[in-house]
């Protein structure tokens, strides 16, 4: 310590000067004036430890030949770097330590030499001691202000979110058309968490399925796709009945035993589209590159979304039920007129063939009728893709599905011609593209069968137990007035 | 009985091969510029000796010998801080067992290092 306390003026004039701003730079170069002051270096330097404690920041100067800012790696020595900037001058570094933390140093390179340069050491390190903890404050200060300006923008989007949620949930729970309510949505999210890639999925039980209906890759809306449940994440999540957050996709699908599917991507977030307990489907988003490109706000945030439309997905099936049911009731109430109320088979036969167009998706039609001979099926109504087709006649041993259904008087149901080929009772005739779900129907009055109505469509599983039931009911109707068509047309042929 | 195990937290390339030229033989060292790892390393390694460069990333020297000497599983090892800065009481209040300033010559780290192992 100096004997002359004079020496201590410039500690004295720094308390006065410190501690007054909230300003890094005012206060640093406040330290460095005063230093200069009391020590008169060739240079002095402040270095402050960045943020993330990973460079440091030559925060002030005076006297070093550089104008620009400057940061050091740490591992690179601040004083060994004034040092060669001055040409070897003798430096010195001054720590700057706070409650027991590092902050910093102040390098100095002073002309001064012992025994002089002891105490004018021992100053300045009394001069950094004290400034230390003003710098300290002023860098929790700068902390809280970041933490404060985070927080606020974390509220401000939550409040955003809501009002989009809101919005969405109002407009989706109006919805009764489940195609227009998947377009909608898939627009939505993108307007929420503005994702580059996004999908939107349906669980298919029936077919152990998982049908990707809206799919938006590297901002591109996508032919949608399906996939067997039980590949990929999705279907992980469709399983687990959880939302499933994750930083790196592939290592995720290693952990949870999963076969990873499409291009891989870095960070992912699903969650199960969930109504009364059951999975309906799933809603997914990605980044190919980023690790941390989505949150647990992001992810509370698209699991409400889903929840909404879930809701809005049973409302829009219960609607096409009710619709469906509806346009059944009214197939088979106009079958029944036409059946009661003409003996013209042709007109007849195309009263079938358009009402039961309105209810079943149909690609293929065909009413087949055993000839008197009961050796021959005649098809006077036969229709592709909407197009009437020639009639024709083929032998009944020849006429594959829809002659088995003449020979046993029994209904079948075909999901899937490909899948089931080895246990089909005949083998199919092959006209043209193979239809993959096929219904056929017998004509019957009594245990008397007249013919075969068949429905069939390319896409397989387009058929189910209902829809066999639906066309018994029509061919029970329609077999009385054929058989009244008939007779009709004989007894006008003889008289 | 293999050696005995040595860490060093320094970010310096410099001081790291001081380090390994001049105790290589006698210790298994250990090397990192990352003072959270440092921390992992000490408490699953149970080295017999730390050396500290006051600078190192994320956790600093002073904090780390602070946080060392107040833990029982590492309280017991001891450190050396090395600075150029003139940082001998900061050090030794915050719990290092020796100071050494650089530049220092070799000599003057293994004596530090066998006073503080007795090895």
Known sequence: MPEDLSALKPLYSLMFRMGSTLDLQHELSALVEELRK??????????????????????????????????????????????????????????????????????????????????????????????APVLLNLRRYKELEKLVERRTEELRRRNELLKTLNRIGQTISSMLNENELIEYLGREIGSLLDPSNLSISLYRPETQEVEVVFYLDDGLRQEGFKFPFGKGLMSYVIKAKKPLLTSDYLLECRKLGVEPIGKPARSWLGVPIMSKGEVLGCISVWHYIKPDAFSQMDLEMLFSLASQTAIALENARLYEDAHRKAMEFSMLYEIGLATASTLDLEKLLTTLYEEISKVFNISTFYIGLLDESGRNVHLPLLADKGKRLPSMTLPLKEAGLGGWVIKTGQSLLIRDTLKEMDSLPVKPVQLGEIPHAWIGVPLKIRRQVLGVISIQNYAPHSFNEHHLKLLEAVANQAAIAIENARLFKKLKGEA | MGKPKLLVGTADEHLRSLVFKALGERFNIEATDDGTHLLEMARSHHPALIIIDLFIRKLDGLQLCYILKSNGETKSIPIIAVSNLLAKDHALQAGANFFLSSPFKTKQLVEAVEKLTRL
């Open chain 1, 38 to 131: 009391a020590l008169s270096p060739f240079a002095i330097a402040v270095f402050m430890y960045d943020d993330q404690r990973e460079n440091l920041l030559l925060e002030v100067q005076e006297g070093l030949p550089i104008s620009h800012k400057l940061e050091l790696p740490v591992g690179k020595d601040p004083l060994e770097w004034v040092r060669h900037k001055l040409g070897g001058m003798p430096t010195f570094g001054i720590p700057i330590v706070a409650e027991g933390q590092l902050l910093g140093s102040v390098i100095i390179s002073t002309p001064i030499s012992e025994p002089q340069l002891s105490a004018q050491l021992w100053l300045g390190q009394v001069m950094v001691n004290y400034a």
